[in-house]
């Protein structure tokens, strides 16, 4: 075993009146001493290369929660139980590029009498973008519209999933296949997403938005409240019970199901008498209509604002006057109380307390609107040369689940089939996790943990593992320190690496 030297393992190589060569990515940066390179992540510092950000330790209690140990007392404070309750990420480690070097660190630690070691690097990812999770009923684009960031395409519209729109931003095709601009304002949206940053995009034909992780998104400068409960279908099956009794009809209008109470099942079964009024759109089965009006941002993500105008005709044969009508969105920001006329018209009166409260159920029992940023890649590149001389054994050890993967502690999920295709929540990650490279590429932390044996038995390097306690003592003064997330397991607990 040997302690690692940083500089060496980045591949720095010195050239005339002191400048260095960064080796870290293909852009080869030639940096005068007290500059830094084009991405910024490397400096020239007396003549030797530098990663300007620290490593990033985590720690936890035993009680799993994290708790943030001061550093006051020399290396040896990281010696025994605390080092073994630290974890050393990616964040800031350095890559391996051009990829046949070992990562740069390769942690030899232990846990619960099991030896285990921890493959930490960054990896540079040229294949990889946020999937974005909007939760909103309002309609944001059609899918596969162009999403823009500054104008430059950076990603598109996918599908709509429950009460949510999906957008993907970034891959290889914007960081590559365009012009100069787009790949360069991709690879800037991205890193600003990834950061946990606020980020404006336009969606050709759509909205304009502004989407932040972990925050309600803003739809054409409106900030969004309630993730609906459910399509206008489901809203009726729902609250039918809560209706029966107080209103004849209820329409929930919603841009993908619009539900009718008397025809749906759930009022056939409540034994509701049939009203008689039809709703326009396509009947797909009893009481659920769909395409009642285009998309948009009126009730329910159509682009309906006078909500009576759903309405197709009123059966007289069906309906009769007096009878209560309620129409709802399925948020329940939208709702209008009728009762109908001599004629059968349906006239707007006073939402009566008992209806009201229905109303405000639905509020109730929708969640708080967010935006969700995952980020996904392929690692299963070049970066596996820095864990093992026979990269397609750390792949299949993945799939087997003798490694756990993690970026920046994060649980990563990866992707059945081929490759190392991962997905992780950027709020599970610590701040300024993410960096880039100007090829254009992000730059995400990548810790893989295992058992000793299960390293040495796919081709790992293990001639460079270096115990936990002498990172530690080498890294650890100059680390930056954060705090273990409550819950999130633990990557060398008994059932990841095993
Ligand atoms: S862009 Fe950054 S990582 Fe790449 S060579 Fe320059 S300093 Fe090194």
């Not at 705090?483 to 095993?498: E, F, I, Q, T």
Request: aromatic share 6%; glycine share 14%; net charge negative.
């Amino acid at each position: 075993m040997m302690t690692p030297d940083r500089t060496a393992t980045f591949g720095a190589r010195e050239c005339d009146e002191g400048i260095v060569r960064c080796d870290a990515c293909p852009v080869l940066c030639r940096i005068r001493p007290g500059r830094a390179g084009a991405c910024s992540r490397y400096a020239n510092q007396d003549g030797r290369l530098v990663r300007t950000d620290p490593l990033v330790l985590m720690q936890r209690t035993l009680e799993g929660g994290g708790k943030v140990v001061p550093f006051a007392e020399g290396a040896n404070a990281w010696d025994g139980a605390l080092a073994a309750d630290t974890f050393v990420t990616g964040i800031g480690s350095g890559t391996t590029y051009p990829d046949y070097k070992p990562a740069p660190f390769i942690v030899a630690g232990e846990h619960e009498g099991v030896d285990t070691v921890t493959v930490v690097t960054e990896g540079i990812f040229s294949y990889c973008g946020v999937k974005l999770k909007i939760d909103t009923d309002r309609h944001l684009g059609p899918e596969t519209a162009t999403v823009r960031a500054r104008g430059e395409p950076v990603g598109h519209v996918t599908t709509a999933e429950y009460g949510s729109q999906m957008l993907s931003i970034g891959g290889v095709r914007h960081l590559t296949g365009g012009s100069k601009k787009e790949g360069n304002v991709t690879c800037e949206t991205l890193l600003s997403l990834c950061g946990k940053e606020a980020v404006e995009l336009a969606i050709d034909g759509g909205a304009t938005l502004t989407v932040q992780a972990g925050r309600a998104p803003i739809v054409n400068g409106r900030p969004e409240e309630r993730m609906r409960v459910g399509c206008g279908s489901a809203t009726i099956g729902i609250f039918a019970q809560q209706w029966h009794g107080h209103v004849d009809e209820v329409i929930v209008v919603d841009d993908h199901i619009t539900g009718v109470l008397t025809e749906h099942q759930a009022g056939r079964c409540l034994g509701m008498r049939p009203a008689g009024i039809r709703v326009r759109g396509r009947r797909s089965t009893p009481g659920r209509y769909f395409q009642v009006a285009n998309p948009g941002t009126g009730w329910g993500g159509t682009d309906i604002t006078e909500p009576l105008s759903i309405i197709e005709n009123i059966d007289g044969k069906t309906a009769w006057p007096g009878l209560r009508l309620l129409l709802t969105s399925t948020t329940g920001e939208d709702a209008l109380y009728c009762v109908l006329d001599e004629e059968l018209r349906p006239v707007p009166a006073a939402m009566p307390d008992a209806v009201a409260r229905t109303v405000g159920r639905i509020g109730e029992n929708c969640e708080p609107a967010l935006t969700t940023v995952l980020f996904m890649a392929g690692a299963g590149g070049s970066l596996r040369a820095g864990v093992t001389e026979n990269p397609v054994l750390l792949t299949r050890s993945v799939k087997d689940m003798l490694v756990r993967v993690t970026m920046g502690g994060a649980p990563a999920f990866i992707w059945p089939g081929g490759g190392i295709t991962l997905m992780v929540d950027v709020l599970g990650l610590p701040d300024a996790a993410f960096g880039y490279v100007p090829t254009p590429a992000l730059v995400a932390p990548i810790e893989f943990t295992m058992r000793r044996e299960v390293y040495a038995a796919l081709g790992g390097h293990t001639g460079h593992a270096v115990p936990l306690a002498e990172v530690l003592a080498a890294y650890g003064e100059a680390a930056r320190r954060e705090p273990w997330p409550a819950g999130s397991p633990w990557p060398a607990a008994p059932g990841s690496a095993r």
